[in-house]
DNA sequence: CGATATTAATTCGAAAAGCGAAATATATTT
DNA sequence: AAATATATTTCGCTTTTCGAATTAATATCG
Protein backbone atom coordinates (compact mmCIF):
# COMPACT_ATOMS: atom_id res chain seq x y z
CA UNK A 1 0.00 0.00 0.00
CA UNK A 2 1.50 2.62 -1.01
CA UNK A 3 -1.21 5.35 -0.64
CA UNK A 4 -0.95 5.64 3.53
CA UNK A 5 -1.81 8.89 4.69
CA UNK A 6 1.36 9.74 5.53
CA UNK A 7 2.56 9.30 2.16
CA UNK A 8 -0.68 11.42 1.19
CA UNK A 9 -0.59 13.77 3.17
CA UNK A 10 3.34 14.73 1.86
CA UNK A 11 2.11 14.70 -1.51
CA UNK A 12 -0.41 17.28 -0.80
CA UNK A 13 2.00 19.35 1.08
CA UNK A 14 4.55 19.23 -2.03
CA UNK A 15 1.67 20.85 -3.82
CA UNK A 16 1.60 23.69 -1.54
CA UNK A 17 5.51 24.06 -1.54
CA UNK A 18 5.97 24.18 -5.22
CA UNK A 19 3.00 26.84 -5.62
CA UNK A 20 4.69 28.94 -2.99
CA UNK A 21 8.65 28.27 -4.25
CA UNK A 22 7.53 30.35 -7.38
CA UNK A 23 6.31 32.91 -5.30
CA UNK A 24 9.26 33.59 -3.16
CA UNK A 25 11.69 34.27 -6.52
CA UNK A 26 8.24 36.43 -7.85
CA UNK A 27 8.92 38.56 -4.53
CA UNK A 28 12.59 38.89 -4.67
CA UNK A 29 12.11 40.82 -7.87
CA UNK A 30 9.51 42.75 -6.69
CA UNK A 31 11.79 43.85 -4.31
CA UNK A 32 14.48 44.55 -6.13
CA UNK A 33 16.64 41.99 -4.18
CA UNK A 34 18.35 38.52 -5.74
CA UNK A 35 16.76 35.60 -4.53
CA UNK A 36 19.68 34.98 -2.39
CA UNK A 37 20.02 38.54 -1.09
CA UNK A 38 16.20 37.97 0.12
CA UNK A 39 16.90 35.56 2.14
CA UNK A 40 19.97 36.56 3.93
CA UNK A 41 17.98 40.08 4.52
CA UNK A 42 15.54 38.29 5.99
CA UNK A 43 17.22 35.86 8.08
CA UNK A 44 19.22 38.97 9.90
CA UNK A 45 16.29 41.28 10.29
CA UNK A 46 14.44 37.85 11.41
CA UNK A 47 17.18 37.51 14.44
CA UNK A 48 17.97 41.27 14.72
CA UNK A 49 21.41 40.64 15.73
CA UNK A 50 23.31 37.50 14.62
CA UNK A 51 26.60 36.74 12.65
CA UNK A 52 27.62 35.77 9.09
CA UNK A 53 28.67 32.24 10.59
CA UNK A 54 24.74 31.39 11.60
CA UNK A 55 23.34 33.21 8.80
CA UNK A 56 25.29 30.32 7.05
CA UNK A 57 24.38 27.79 8.85
CA UNK A 58 20.69 28.38 9.20
CA UNK A 59 20.55 29.23 5.36
CA UNK A 60 22.80 26.33 4.09
CA UNK A 61 25.45 28.65 2.23
CA UNK A 62 29.02 28.76 2.91
CA UNK A 63 30.24 31.48 4.62
CA UNK A 64 31.82 33.02 1.74
CA UNK A 65 29.07 33.21 -0.05
CA UNK A 66 27.49 35.25 2.87
CA UNK A 67 30.35 37.57 2.82
CA UNK A 68 29.56 38.49 -0.61
CA UNK A 69 26.28 38.75 -0.12
CA UNK A 70 26.17 40.80 2.99
CA UNK A 71 29.24 43.18 1.00
CA UNK A 72 26.17 44.20 -0.81
CA UNK A 73 23.83 44.19 1.45
CA UNK A 74 25.78 46.70 3.32
CA UNK A 75 26.55 49.15 0.30
CA UNK A 76 22.84 49.21 -0.52
CA UNK A 77 22.55 50.21 3.06
CA UNK A 78 20.30 47.48 4.36
CA UNK A 79 22.24 45.78 6.72
CA UNK A 80 25.30 46.84 9.38
CA UNK A 81 28.95 45.60 9.96
CA UNK A 82 30.24 45.62 13.54
CA UNK A 83 32.28 43.92 15.12
CA UNK A 84 31.97 42.21 18.24
CA UNK A 85 33.81 43.80 20.73
CA UNK A 86 33.66 40.73 22.99
CA UNK A 87 35.05 38.36 20.49
CA UNK A 88 36.74 40.49 17.85
CA UNK A 89 36.76 37.43 14.94
CA UNK A 90 33.11 38.00 15.03
CA UNK A 91 31.19 40.92 13.04
CA UNK A 92 27.79 41.63 14.49
CA UNK A 93 25.07 42.23 11.40
CA UNK A 94 22.17 43.85 11.82
CA UNK A 95 19.62 45.59 9.72
CA UNK A 96 18.82 48.90 9.16
CA UNK A 97 15.86 50.66 9.01
CA UNK A 98 15.55 50.75 5.40
CA UNK A 99 16.34 47.05 5.54
CA UNK A 100 13.60 46.73 8.39
CA UNK A 101 11.70 48.40 5.75
CA UNK A 102 12.24 46.50 2.95
CA UNK A 103 11.24 43.69 5.13
CA UNK A 104 8.14 44.62 6.43
CA UNK A 105 6.80 46.48 3.48
CA UNK A 106 7.72 43.52 0.83
CA UNK A 107 4.62 42.47 -0.95
CA UNK A 108 3.30 39.60 0.82
CA UNK A 109 2.47 37.40 -2.18
CA UNK A 110 1.22 34.56 0.40
CA UNK A 111 -0.78 36.78 2.32
CA UNK A 112 -2.45 38.41 -0.44
CA UNK A 113 -3.58 35.58 -2.57
CA UNK A 114 -3.96 33.42 0.33
CA UNK A 115 -6.12 34.98 2.53
CA UNK A 116 -8.65 36.54 0.06
CA UNK A 117 -9.54 32.98 -0.29
CA UNK A 118 -9.18 31.17 3.08
CA UNK A 119 -11.48 33.78 4.92
CA UNK A 120 -14.20 32.39 2.53
CA UNK A 121 -13.50 29.12 3.84
CA UNK A 122 -16.39 28.15 7.20
CA UNK A 123 -14.98 28.72 9.84
CA UNK A 124 -14.83 25.49 11.33
CA UNK A 125 -12.75 24.92 8.07
CA UNK A 126 -10.35 27.13 9.30
CA UNK A 127 -9.52 26.62 12.44
CA UNK A 128 -9.05 22.86 11.86
CA UNK A 129 -6.36 23.75 9.25
CA UNK A 130 -4.99 26.19 11.52
CA UNK A 131 -4.47 23.09 14.02
CA UNK A 132 -3.36 20.94 11.25
CA UNK A 133 -0.55 23.25 9.80
CA UNK A 134 1.02 24.27 13.44
CA UNK A 135 1.01 20.90 14.14
CA UNK A 136 2.95 20.38 10.78
CA UNK A 137 5.24 23.42 12.23
CA UNK A 138 5.60 21.49 14.81
CA UNK A 139 6.67 18.00 13.29
CA UNK A 140 8.70 20.02 10.94
CA UNK A 141 10.72 22.78 13.40
CA UNK A 142 12.00 19.69 15.20
CA UNK A 143 13.58 18.09 12.31
CA UNK A 144 15.90 21.02 11.17
CA UNK A 145 18.47 20.81 13.86
CA UNK A 146 20.91 22.80 11.80
CA UNK A 147 19.54 25.37 11.20
CA UNK A 148 19.66 27.03 14.54
CA UNK A 149 16.27 28.34 16.00
CA UNK A 150 15.30 32.28 15.25
CA UNK A 151 16.41 35.06 17.76
CA UNK A 152 19.05 32.56 18.81
CA UNK A 153 21.61 34.82 20.72
CA UNK A 154 23.39 31.65 21.99
CA UNK A 155 25.98 32.27 18.71
CA UNK A 156 26.94 35.76 19.57
CA UNK A 157 29.20 36.49 22.35
CA UNK A 158 27.92 38.34 25.29
CA UNK A 159 30.08 37.94 27.95
CA UNK A 160 31.27 41.53 29.74
CA UNK A 161 35.12 42.13 28.51
CA UNK A 162 37.05 42.14 31.89
CA UNK B 1 -7.87 41.95 15.85
CA UNK B 2 -4.24 41.32 13.73
CA UNK B 3 -4.16 37.67 15.10
CA UNK B 4 -7.31 36.26 13.08
CA UNK B 5 -7.33 32.49 12.18
CA UNK B 6 -5.52 33.29 8.59
CA UNK B 7 -2.93 34.99 10.07
CA UNK B 8 -2.14 32.69 12.61
CA UNK B 9 -2.07 29.82 9.66
CA UNK B 10 -0.41 32.26 7.53
CA UNK B 11 2.69 32.09 10.44
CA UNK B 12 2.46 28.12 11.23
CA UNK B 13 2.60 28.16 7.08
CA UNK B 14 5.73 30.12 6.83
CA UNK B 15 7.21 28.12 9.67
CA UNK B 16 6.64 24.75 7.25
CA UNK B 17 8.12 26.82 4.52
CA UNK B 18 11.45 28.14 5.84
CA UNK B 19 12.03 24.48 7.46
CA UNK B 20 11.49 23.16 3.83
CA UNK B 21 13.68 25.47 1.63
CA UNK B 22 16.23 24.63 3.60
CA UNK B 23 16.09 21.44 3.17
CA UNK B 24 16.08 21.36 -0.76
CA UNK B 25 19.25 23.39 -0.67
CA UNK B 26 20.91 20.08 1.13
CA UNK B 27 18.95 17.89 -1.46
CA UNK B 28 20.82 19.89 -4.46
CA UNK B 29 23.83 18.99 -2.56
CA UNK B 30 23.37 15.63 -1.71
CA UNK B 31 22.49 14.76 -5.64
CA UNK B 32 25.71 16.34 -6.90
CA UNK B 33 23.56 19.09 -8.57
CA UNK B 34 23.08 22.42 -8.23
CA UNK B 35 20.17 23.87 -6.88
CA UNK B 36 18.60 25.19 -10.51
CA UNK B 37 19.91 22.45 -11.94
CA UNK B 38 17.83 20.41 -9.68
CA UNK B 39 14.55 22.20 -9.84
CA UNK B 40 15.01 22.26 -13.48
CA UNK B 41 15.35 18.13 -13.66
CA UNK B 42 12.54 18.21 -11.23
CA UNK B 43 10.31 19.72 -13.74
CA UNK B 44 11.13 17.87 -16.65
CA UNK B 45 11.04 15.02 -15.15
CA UNK B 46 7.82 15.31 -13.51
CA UNK B 47 5.89 16.95 -16.82
CA UNK B 48 7.83 13.84 -18.96
CA UNK B 49 7.54 15.78 -21.92
CA UNK B 50 8.17 19.66 -21.79
CA UNK B 51 9.67 22.07 -23.65
CA UNK B 52 11.99 25.21 -22.25
CA UNK B 53 9.57 27.65 -22.51
CA UNK B 54 7.51 26.27 -20.53
CA UNK B 55 9.99 25.57 -17.62
CA UNK B 56 11.04 28.60 -17.69
CA UNK B 57 7.57 29.70 -17.45
CA UNK B 58 6.81 27.55 -14.17
CA UNK B 59 9.80 28.27 -12.63
CA UNK B 60 10.06 32.03 -14.04
CA UNK B 61 13.32 32.01 -14.77
CA UNK B 62 14.25 33.28 -18.57
CA UNK B 63 14.51 31.48 -21.41
CA UNK B 64 17.99 32.24 -21.67
CA UNK B 65 18.93 30.77 -18.61
CA UNK B 66 17.19 27.29 -19.13
CA UNK B 67 19.03 26.64 -21.75
CA UNK B 68 22.32 26.76 -20.10
CA UNK B 69 21.02 24.89 -17.51
CA UNK B 70 19.28 22.44 -19.97
CA UNK B 71 22.79 22.61 -21.64
CA UNK B 72 24.12 20.96 -18.52
CA UNK B 73 21.85 18.64 -17.75
CA UNK B 74 22.04 17.28 -21.44
CA UNK B 75 25.99 17.17 -20.93
CA UNK B 76 25.52 15.06 -17.68
CA UNK B 77 23.19 12.89 -19.82
CA UNK B 78 20.29 13.51 -17.29
CA UNK B 79 18.17 14.96 -20.03
CA UNK B 80 17.24 14.46 -23.75
CA UNK B 81 16.64 17.73 -26.18
CA UNK B 82 14.55 16.51 -29.39
CA UNK B 83 13.04 18.85 -31.59
CA UNK B 84 9.11 18.35 -32.32
CA UNK B 85 8.59 16.71 -35.01
CA UNK B 86 5.22 19.14 -35.89
CA UNK B 87 6.43 22.73 -34.35
CA UNK B 88 10.35 22.12 -35.13
CA UNK B 89 10.65 25.59 -33.31
CA UNK B 90 10.29 23.67 -30.14
CA UNK B 91 12.50 21.18 -28.32
CA UNK B 92 10.66 18.39 -26.40
CA UNK B 93 12.76 17.71 -23.18
CA UNK B 94 12.52 14.42 -21.19
CA UNK B 95 14.47 13.18 -18.61
CA UNK B 96 16.56 10.36 -19.36
CA UNK B 97 16.59 7.02 -17.08
CA UNK B 98 19.75 8.03 -15.24
CA UNK B 99 17.61 11.63 -14.90
CA UNK B 100 14.44 10.07 -13.85
CA UNK B 101 16.79 7.78 -11.60
CA UNK B 102 18.56 10.76 -9.99
CA UNK B 103 14.67 12.23 -9.13
CA UNK B 104 13.65 9.03 -7.81
CA UNK B 105 16.54 8.04 -6.10
CA UNK B 106 17.00 11.44 -3.91
CA UNK B 107 16.56 11.14 -0.68
CA UNK B 108 13.50 12.24 -0.05
CA UNK B 109 14.64 14.37 3.11
CA UNK B 110 11.18 15.31 3.72
CA UNK B 111 9.69 12.11 3.54
CA UNK B 112 12.79 11.11 5.71
CA UNK B 113 12.10 13.28 8.62
CA UNK B 114 8.62 13.49 8.39
CA UNK B 115 7.30 10.20 8.50
CA UNK B 116 9.01 9.30 11.31
CA UNK B 117 7.30 11.58 13.62
CA UNK B 118 3.70 11.88 11.89
CA UNK B 119 2.66 8.35 11.75
CA UNK B 120 3.06 8.65 15.78
CA UNK B 121 -0.19 10.84 15.76
CA UNK B 122 -3.21 9.30 16.63
CA UNK B 123 -4.81 8.34 13.03
CA UNK B 124 -7.73 10.75 13.56
CA UNK B 125 -5.28 13.13 13.62
CA UNK B 126 -3.35 12.31 10.59
CA UNK B 127 -6.49 12.28 8.55
CA UNK B 128 -7.09 15.87 9.94
CA UNK B 129 -3.88 16.96 8.73
CA UNK B 130 -4.32 15.50 5.69
CA UNK B 131 -7.53 16.88 5.03
CA UNK B 132 -6.52 20.28 6.20
CA UNK B 133 -3.44 20.46 3.63
CA UNK B 134 -4.83 19.06 1.03
CA UNK B 135 -7.49 21.95 0.98
CA UNK B 136 -4.54 24.08 0.97
CA UNK B 137 -2.96 22.61 -1.76
CA UNK B 138 -5.93 23.58 -3.51
CA UNK B 139 -6.27 27.39 -2.65
CA UNK B 140 -2.59 27.41 -3.41
CA UNK B 141 -2.79 25.62 -6.83
CA UNK B 142 -5.41 28.02 -8.11
CA UNK B 143 -3.11 31.04 -7.11
CA UNK B 144 -0.53 30.56 -9.34
CA UNK B 145 -1.89 30.86 -12.80
CA UNK B 146 1.65 31.44 -14.79
CA UNK B 147 2.98 28.26 -13.39
CA UNK B 148 1.28 25.89 -15.57
CA UNK B 149 -0.19 23.18 -14.17
CA UNK B 150 2.14 19.55 -14.11
CA UNK B 151 1.74 17.25 -17.28
CA UNK B 152 0.47 19.70 -19.14
CA UNK B 153 1.09 18.52 -22.63
CA UNK B 154 -1.21 21.81 -23.53
CA UNK B 155 1.58 24.13 -24.49
CA UNK B 156 3.28 21.27 -26.58
CA UNK B 157 1.73 21.15 -30.38
CA UNK B 158 0.62 17.37 -30.92
CA UNK B 159 -0.82 17.44 -34.14
CA UNK B 160 -0.54 15.10 -36.71
CA UNK B 161 1.38 16.58 -39.48
CA UNK B 162 0.06 16.66 -42.31
C1' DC C 1 53.71 31.76 29.79
C1' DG C 2 54.27 30.44 24.93
C1' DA C 3 53.46 27.27 21.21
C1' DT C 4 49.74 25.19 18.91
C1' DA C 5 45.18 24.39 17.67
C1' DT C 6 40.61 26.24 16.75
C1' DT C 7 37.35 29.53 15.26
C1' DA C 8 35.36 33.60 12.47
C1' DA C 9 35.50 35.87 8.79
C1' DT C 10 37.58 37.61 4.40
C1' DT C 11 39.96 37.46 0.00
C1' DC C 12 40.89 35.24 -4.29
C1' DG C 13 40.10 32.47 -8.38
C1' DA C 14 37.04 29.96 -11.06
C1' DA C 15 32.65 27.67 -12.39
C1' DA C 16 27.93 28.41 -12.85
C1' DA C 17 23.63 31.17 -12.78
C1' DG C 18 20.96 34.54 -14.71
C1' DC C 19 19.41 37.86 -18.00
C1' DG C 20 18.65 41.21 -21.89
C1' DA C 21 19.40 41.81 -26.60
C1' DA C 22 20.40 40.03 -30.95
C1' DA C 23 20.27 36.13 -34.00
C1' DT C 24 18.11 32.02 -36.14
C1' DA C 25 14.64 29.25 -37.65
C1' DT C 26 9.94 27.99 -38.00
C1' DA C 27 4.75 29.24 -37.96
C1' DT C 28 0.97 32.12 -38.59
C1' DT C 29 -1.50 35.92 -40.45
C1' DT C 30 -2.94 39.05 -43.91
C1' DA D 1 4.65 36.25 -50.46
C1' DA D 2 5.60 39.57 -47.06
C1' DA D 3 5.03 40.83 -42.52
C1' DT D 4 4.46 39.34 -37.98
C1' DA D 5 4.72 36.25 -34.21
C1' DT D 6 6.79 32.41 -31.66
C1' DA D 7 10.46 29.17 -29.74
C1' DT D 8 14.82 28.77 -28.80
C1' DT D 9 19.68 29.66 -28.87
C1' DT D 10 23.85 32.53 -28.84
C1' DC D 11 26.47 36.25 -27.02
C1' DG D 12 28.26 39.41 -23.69
C1' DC D 13 28.10 40.67 -19.18
C1' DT D 14 27.15 40.88 -14.14
C1' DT D 15 26.18 38.31 -10.06
C1' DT D 16 26.22 34.19 -7.36
C1' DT D 17 28.44 30.63 -5.21
C1' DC D 18 31.93 27.97 -3.29
C1' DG D 19 36.49 25.83 -2.14
C1' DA D 20 41.02 26.91 -0.76
C1' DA D 21 44.17 29.92 1.10
C1' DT D 22 44.66 33.82 4.32
C1' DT D 23 44.27 36.82 8.32
C1' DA D 24 43.18 37.69 12.83
C1' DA D 25 41.48 36.54 17.39
C1' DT D 26 40.59 33.20 20.88
C1' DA D 27 41.23 28.80 23.34
C1' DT D 28 43.98 25.03 24.94
C1' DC D 29 47.54 22.52 26.90
C1' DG D 30 52.16 21.28 28.08
Redesign the pocket.
Known amino acids: MTSDIASLTLRALRRVLRATEIGSRQLAVATGL????WLVLREIEARAKT????VAQAL?????????????LVALDLVQ?QRNA??????LLTATQAGRNVVINAPDLLHLTFTGRFVKLPSWEQAMILAAVERLALLMDAQDIDAAPLLDSA?I?QSQPK
Open positions: TTSQTPGVQFSQATITTIVDRRNDKRQFAD
